[in-house]
């Protein structure tokens, strides 16, 4: 049988100048042992954080730590078991997973933690050591690679020490199918045949995670042949260097640089600096986003695909895919990273504007089959999104007149990103209407029309954790998820498919239409 490679990447504070990429983890099952001991304490009890004597020596028998919540706790000490929330249980994984625990709220002196795949120690045989990742003297795991966990079902258990008090996670199962089985949840997306598409937007984070390094290592391992983003590429500290050359090759290119030669790139507005077409947002957008995507930047010489045109305002352009049997669909990209302030939401993105009428005529010149064009399927994105459900009444206005454009031209799938989640709404009408909101007291907004597109947000590129925010959706959303992660579509003669995939490979959402 083949050895599978599990990653694991875990949230650590580290610029990510450094990220070292995605980490492995294995299975654990506990013998327990000390994070910087390489043998198991000689009763099958715990071993101090240092190596000394056991904390709970009577604790041992081959069941030891299958599930155990206060392991030996020391007088006068509370035990602080970790909860394993990443993965989830009976997960089924793909090649890149990601590792992660929460713990209680009086639990602030959590100083090591090591992690156990099937009770082997994840930095001994058949894993390798040393394996500094997986035995971590904080409350977080660090980035590491682990390798040889084999296809099948494994059990991961995660023990945490406060001073010399070993606490020992719930364990969580989860199955790795292996690369070749067949039973991963997603088609291999490098795979000849109808042509699959893998992206997000909201990408390079400046403040230190691990994200976007996470959602690099999922596309690799899902190897398309074309890769999107949405926009807000690269992340600054600040309007200084919002979207500059040198956050490029900071946050964006050590992580989703490898497949630039194969991307399909979008401009947001942090790409502009966040200065609209302002001049500092016009030099901005040509001295970061076009030169790094049009092989400027020294650094990484690499040109995308395409970018559109060479100017601040031709950022855009249609590009065509052909599906197995020759049917064609083109994908849309509007460049909406200038119309973040007023004036401009309107100067830029509103009917009279250049980006406006540009996008009319690319629909017109490239008409559907129902239109008596040669398209069986129209994509559009633009960085904002018409409709979100991060806040009451969410979405961004500005972009409205572009969905306008989707609905008369009949376009299928409507993409975008700006906020940093992820949420796929109903096939959207043409115009606000009558609808609700959870407990806010919004009573028009998205609504539900089969003549519209699709309108699905994946801001969950690696920019910060993908917080939902507000808990109370429109009644339009049909799906909404937190976390990282990366969208997968495949086009198809007469219909698509669709699924956000977790940076461990999980499928939180699918779904398949078919084409107007």
Not at 107 to 135: E, F, K, L, W
Not at 190 to 212: C, H, K, N, Q, R
Not at 235 to 246: F, M
């Amino acid at each position: 049988m083949k050895l599978g490679w599990l990653c694991a990447a875990v949230m650590v504070a580290a610029s990510c100048s450094g990220k070292p990429g995605l980490t492995a983890v294995p299975d654990a099952g506990p013998e327990q042992l000390s994070p910087d001991s390489g043998s198991t304490a000689p009763d099958g009890g715990h071993a101090t954080p240092d190596g000394g004597q056991p904390a709970d020596a009577g604790r041992g028998g081959p069941d030891a730590g299958m599930g155990g919540h206060d392991a030996g706790t020391d007088a006068g000490t509370d035990p602080c078991p970790a909860t394993i929330t990443i993965p989830s249980q009976n997960e089924i994984v793909g090649p890149a997973i990601q590792l992660h625990v929460t713990f209680p709220a009086r639990c602030t002196g959590v100083d090591a933690m090591i992690a156990y795949i099937d009770r082997q120690r994840c930095d001994q045989a058949p894993y390798p050591d040393p394996n500094p990742g997986c035995s971590v003297s904080s409350n977080q795991f660090s980035t590491s690679t682990w390798v040889n966990v084999t296809p099948g079902t494994h059990v991961l258990v995660v023990n945490s020490w406060q001073g010399s008090t070993v606490s020992e996670s719930a364990p969580v199962t989860f199955v790795y199918p292996g690369p070749t089985d067949g039973g991963t949840p997603v088609r291999d997306a490098g795979a000849a045949g109808d042509p699959v598409l893998v992206g997000a937007g909201d990408i390079g984070w400046y403040y230190g995670t691990s994200y976007e390094v996470a959602t690099g290592n999922e596309i690799r391992a899902l190897n398309p042949s074309w890769v999107f983003t949405l926009g807000d590429n690269a992340y600054g500290a600040n309007n200084d260097d919002q979207g500059a050359l040198s956050n490029y090759d900071y946050c964006y290119d050590p992580a989703w640089g490898s497949f630039k030669a194969k991307t399909l790139p979008m401009p947001g507005n942090h790409d502009y600096g966040n200065w609209d077409s302002q001049d500092a947002g016009i030099q901005r957008i040509m001295s970061g986003y076009y030169a790094y995507y049009t092989g400027g930047d020294p650094n990484s010489p690499s040109q995308a695909i395409t970018v559109g045109g060479n100017t601040w305002d031709s950022l855009h352009y249609g590009y065509d895919f052909t599906t197995a049997s020759g049917k064609k669909w083109r994908f849309i990209s509007v460049n909406s990273g200038d119309c973040f302030y007023a004036p401009y939401q309107t100067q830029n993105c509103g009917t009279s504007s250049s980006e406006y009428a540009w996008l009319q005529n690319e629909l017109s010149t490239h008409l559907k089959t129902i239109s008596g064009g040669p398209y069986v399927g129209l994509i559009v994105g633009t960085h904002f999104d018409r409709w979100s459900s991060s806040g009451c009444g969410g979405g961004s206005g500005q972009v409205d007149p572009f969905v306008q454009l989707m609905y008369a031209y009949h376009v299928d799938l409507y993409l975008a990103g700006h906020v940093h989640n992820y949420e796929r709404f109903c096939q959207i009408g043409k115009a606000p209407g009558p609808t609700t909101q959870g407990n806010c007291s919004n009573t028009t907004g998205p609504v539900c029309d089969p003549a519209g597109p699709v309108e699905i947000n994946i801001g969950t590129g690696g920019a910060d954790d993908g917080t939902a925010g507000n808990p109370d959706p429109w009644a339009a959303s049909q799906a909404r998820f937190s976390q990282t992660g990366v969208a997968q579509l495949t086009l198809h003669d007469s219909s698509w498919d669709f699924a956000f995939l977790s940076t461990s490979n999980a499928v939180l959402d699918s779904v398949s239409y078919p084409t107007h």
